[in-house]
T-cell receptor, first 114, second 111 residues
Framework: NAGVMQNPRHLVRRRGQEARLRCSPM?????VYWYRQLPEEGLKFMVY????????ESGMPKERFSAEFPKEGPSILRIQQVVRGDSAAYFC????????????FGPGTRLLVL | DAKTTQPNSMESNEEEPVHLPCNHS???????IHWYRQLPSQGPEYVIH?????VNNRMASLAIAEDRKSSTLILHRATLRDAAVYYC????????????WGAGTKLIIKP
């Protein structure tokens, strides 16, 4: 059973470009979470989605960031007009049926903004 | 936010038990205690979780104090592959079980 998959693993963008990060949850999981991690820090929650619905986006910056989890295909975290401060590791996790369950994490996407 | 306090780092010898402490003095009755670990350059990995009673699984044991204000993750026989950052996290029912991550404890295993 494949785990959570994220791609790309590394992404380099220049300031002002768009970054698209993809996450395929574990098979059978319908809950997806996105986190951001800066070096030497813990993870910061960004958004929690179920299929076609955003359940909790309390950790998302108000501008430039958006997330979706369509009926078909992976979840996408989109960052428009990237700035240097967006450079971080972005992790996706999934769980089976509810938020209180164990979350299984992907390997992350490391975004570098030049 | 449900806050936990952990030492920044700990060292242990290979093949010896490791006790990783966590204080969570503001815990409420419905908060779960979770432990995850993160190996270098990898995503976090679930270790164990509990509510009130001590818990055991193939990876570790979780000892929860009677007043629930602290807990200890026990690795019974540490190996070099256990070197990681260990995060103690509370998930709070009234925050919809959101995981609030601290800085964790960096565990160094000496051969």
């Amino acid at each position: 059973n494949a785990g959570v998959m994220q791609n790309p693993r590394h992404l380099v963008r220049r300031r002002g470009q768009e970054a698209r990060l993809r996450c395929s949850p574990m098979k059978g999981h319908s809950h997806v979470y996105w986190y951001r991690q800066l070096p030497e820090e813990g993870l910061k929650f960004m958004v929690y989605l179920q299929k076609e619905n955003i359940i909790d986006e309390s950790g998302m910056p108000k501008e430039r960031f958006s997330a979706e989890f369509p009926k078909e295909g992976p979840s996408i975290l989109r960052i428009q007009q990237v700035v240097r401060g967006d450079s971080a590791a972005y992790f996706c996790a999934s769980s089976h049926t509810s938020r209180g369950e164990t979350q299984y994490f992907g390997p992350g996407t490391r975004l570098l903004v030049l | 936010d449900a806050k936990t306090t952990q030492p920044n780092s700990m060292e242990s010898n290979e093949e010896e038990p490791v006790h990783l402490p966590c204080n969570h003095s503001t815990i409420s009755g419905t908060d779960y205690i979770h432990w995850y670990r993160q190996l270098p350059s990898q995503g976090p990995e679930y270790v164990i979780h509990g509510l009130t009673s001590n818990v055991n699984n193939r990876m570790a044991s979780l000892a929860i104090a009677e007043d629930r204000k602290s807990s200890t993750l026990i690795l019974h026989r540490a190996t070099l592959r256990d070197a990681a950052v260990y995060y103690c996290i509370l998930s709070r029912m009234d925050s919809n079980y959101q995981l609030i991550w601290g800085a964790g404890t960096k565990l160094i295993i000496k051969p």
